[in-house]
Nanobody
Framework: VQLQASGGGLVQVGGSLRLSCEATGSIFSLHDMGWYRQGPGNKRELVASITSGETPTYADSVKGRFTISRDNGRNTIYLQMNSLKPEDTGVYYC???????????????WGQGTLVTVSS
């Protein structure tokens, strides 16, 4: 099982980026998925998450600017980031809670991270 994240890059203040994360491999069930980020000198923090029923949750710092969405048919989530600020800079990690087999407890997987840099 892999989480393949893409879409990071360099953008100016006020710009937009869209991140994607696809879960691939032998997956029995896919539960909550989300994005975390780790800025320079900071701990990893939740940015946004979404349930299998597509209910989103956002960090206060991104509400109104970021939108998380999900395509269950493609095992993919997206993070549309608008009105980007320098404090949004960091490595963004995709997370998924997924089941590998029927009857087994779901486990957490992490993607490799994609760098987002917002320059002023």
């Amino acid at each position: 099982v892999q989480l393949q994240a893409s879409g990071g890059g360099l953008v100016q203040v006020g710009g937009s980026l869209r991140l994607s994360c696809e879960a691939t491999g032998s997956i029995f069930s896919l539960h909550d998925m989300g994005w975390y980020r780790q800025g320079p000198g900071n701990k990893r923090e939740l940015v946004a998450s979404i349930t299998s029923g597509e209910t989103p949750t956002y960090a206060d710092s991104v509400k109104g600017r970021f939108t998380i969405s999900r395509d269950n048919g493609r095992n993919t989530i997206y993070l549309q980031m608008n009105s980007l600020k320098p404090e949004d800079t960091g490595v963004y990690y995709c997370h998924a809670n997924l089941g590998l087999r029927a009857g087994y407890r779901p486990v957490d997987y992490w993607g490799q991270g994609t760098l987002v840099t917002v320059s002023s």
